[in-house]
């Protein structure tokens, strides 16, 4: 910003020791009262400079601890349920990133009546959030005069393409994000299904007769969600892999409704939910055993039972750069 002025100042004919004087000059106006940059502007406007419509906008990246007044837009990627807390007040979390990255925004108290407003895959402006340092990673907050504008007319985003990074199975670690893993499925273990919101795939729950999603505070048609958990081995070791949703329908070739139908048939039959779900996917799918696959996911601690792959997606093996990674390999 403040080089920005100081260039456009230089466009018109003054040189960098006149600004400096102005700027001097203007301070001891002032007294103490603006900062540098607010003087700049005033100067710029002396000179007939606009800068309107010349808000920095930062990118993702560009976000370190400590800004205010920062302005960006990007793409939402997952809104989160707004928490209530003690003393009427209230709080929510939206992820949302750009093509550098991607970072939380907090709201707070009727800052979260945006959230009514918003959803997965938006692109929002945001005007005036605060940067600090969060738990893990730099957090924007909205300020107290910041304001979402929501799909503003002509901007899109693409995010950040990254390549995940082929592991094989015993180099997994906790924490792992955007990994890929190829192996075997050697054990199917169960089948859950449970009813959905169709836009931010968060349990159901019935009020008045009616489904009702918690975090997107609507009424919704429901839609049937699979969860699928097989185990995959990759010769260098094991690992069970949890897959949701769009991924589960891809492995086993049918929609969630369809799946949720057979399994409740089956479910009339056994003794306990528990048993149709692990009854249900070895009956319907073994002969997903021994089958290859090539996925994309994150590494996950289960308290109980160790590491998880949770699978972001299968991917189409690429016959040629398999061969050059074993190729590469054996070098
Ligand atoms: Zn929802």
């Known amino acids: 910003m403040r080089s920005d002025i100081i260039e456009k100042l230089v466009s018109v004919g003054l040189t960098e020791e006149e600004i ?24 710029a406007s002396e000179y007939g400079i606009t800068l309107e419509n010349e808000v920095e906008e930062l990118k993702i990246k560009d976000i370190v601890d400590g800004l205010k007044d920062v302005n960006i837009t990007a793409k939402v990627l997952a809104v989160y349920p707004v928490k209530e807390l003690e003393g009427n007040k209230k709080v929510a979390n939206i992820s949302i990133g750009d093509e550098t990255g991607r970072i939380r925004l907090t709201l707070w108290n009727e800052q979260c009546d945006y959230l009514s407003e918003i959803k ?8 005036g959030a605060i940067s600090k340092k969060g738990m893990k990673d730099t957090e924007l907050s909205l300020g107290y005069k910041g304001k979402i ?55 159901v729950e019935f009020k008045d007769e009616k489904k009702y999603c918690n975090s997107c505070n609507k009424f919704v048609e429901s839609i049937y969600i699979p969860i699928c958990e097989i185990g995959v081995d990759d010769s260098t070791g094991y690992i069970k892999c ?22 409740a048939e089956l479910s009339k039959k056994t003794y306990s939910l528990k048993k149709a779900e692990e009854e249900f996917i070895f009956e319907n799918f073994y002969y997903l055993l021994g089958k290859e696959v090539l996925m994309s996911g994150r590494v996950e601690d289960n308290e109980f039972l160790g590491l998880e792959f949770r699978t972001y997606a299968l991917k189409k093996f690429d016959e040629l750069k398999e061969a050059y990674k074993i190729l590469g390999g054996m070098e």
């Open 20 to 43: 400096r004087k102005k700027i001097d000059e203007k301070k001891k106006e002032v007294e103490g009262l603006l900062t540098e940059e607010g003087i700049l502007s005033i100067i």
């Open 149 to 203: 504008i929501v799909n503003p007319e002509g901007k899109k985003i693409t995010l950040e393409k990254k390549e995940p990074s082929r592991k094989s199975i015993n180099e997994l670690k906790k924490g792992d994000r955007y990994t890929e893993i190829r192996g075997t499925v050697v054990k199917l273990y169960r089948l859950r299904i449970y009813e959905g919101c169709p836009d931010c795939f968060r349990r």
């Open 120 to 127: 997965r895959e938006d692109v929002i402006d945001i005007v």
């Open 242 to 263: 949890i897959l949701f949703g769009n991924v589960a329908e891809e492995l086993l070739g049918k929609e969630g409704g369809e799946l949720y139908s057979s399994l």
